[in-house]
């Protein structure tokens, strides 16, 4: 069992107040709601379920495992090499590129110890481990924490009520709980990503007119 001290460690990790500007992407749901494939609460549960369970959530929580499990520092590099050729787009290399220096250099700075710029589900993977966090419950959280800067996305753009937010988050938690647990058997062999219209819409958002978020 996880003791307090892990479990608030990671909530400070993953909380909206760490500064790794998550508020700052939108993983291409701004695209998407201009377009008008995500125009309502409904939608934007089932985009985001998408996502989690056939997309980059998925595939960051595989990620994060190997990361945790990386023998050396050369097998770190060269599975953060594979993170970042995995990126369907600029947008989402930057997306994952800039988390992952920014919370490196954060955590670092606070707790210090030997963790370089990584992408981001590869920093947390290094740092849950240099700091003997439990792994299922990293990237359980890591999940919960994606989704939840999504949702709040979701609220600014398209927009929906805090409540249904709310809701939408609570509805995606046990499908984050379920990718988490199960990217505990998997390995980079398994690593797939079939979440096309997310990733068309990354692309799309690299040349939308009018934008609030980065990616």
Not at 111 to 139: K, M
Not at 161 to 168: F, L
Not at 174 to 191: G, I, K, S
Request: some cysteine; overall charge negative.
């Amino acid at each position: 069992m996880p003791t307090d001290a892990q479990v608030m460690k990671l909530a400070q990790w993953l909380s909206p107040a760490y500064p790794v500007g998550a508020f700052a992407y939108s993983h291409g749901l701004e695209s998407a709601v201009a377009m008008g494939t995500v125009p309502d609460a409904a939608a934007l549960r089932e985009w985001l379920g998408d996502i989690l369970f056939q997309g980059a959530g998925r595939a960051d929580a595989i990620f994060l495992a190997a990361a945790y499990r990386a023998p050396d520092a050369a097998a770190l590099a060269e599975l953060d090499a594979t993170a970042r050729a995995f990126q369907p787009s600029a947008e989402r290399l930057l997306e994952t590129t800039a988390q992952g220096a920014a919370f490196a250099r954060i955590t670092g700075a606070v707790w210090p110890a030997d963790l370089p710029d990584l992408t981001y589900p590869v920093a947390l993977g290094r740092a849950a481990r240099l700091h003997d966090l439990p792994l299922l419950l990293t990237a359980r959280m890591y999940l919960h924490a994606f989704a939840s800067n999504l949702v709040s996305a979701g609220i600014r753009l398209i927009p929906i009520g805090q409540t249904d937010g709310q809701k939408v988050l609570t509805a995606l938690t046990p499908l984050c709980e379920r990718v988490a647990e199960e990217a505990m058997a998997e390995t980079l062999d398994e690593l797939s990503s079939t979440a096309f219209l997310a990733d068309i819409a990354s692309m799309t958002h690299e040349t939308q007119y009018s934008r609030l978020f980065r990616t």
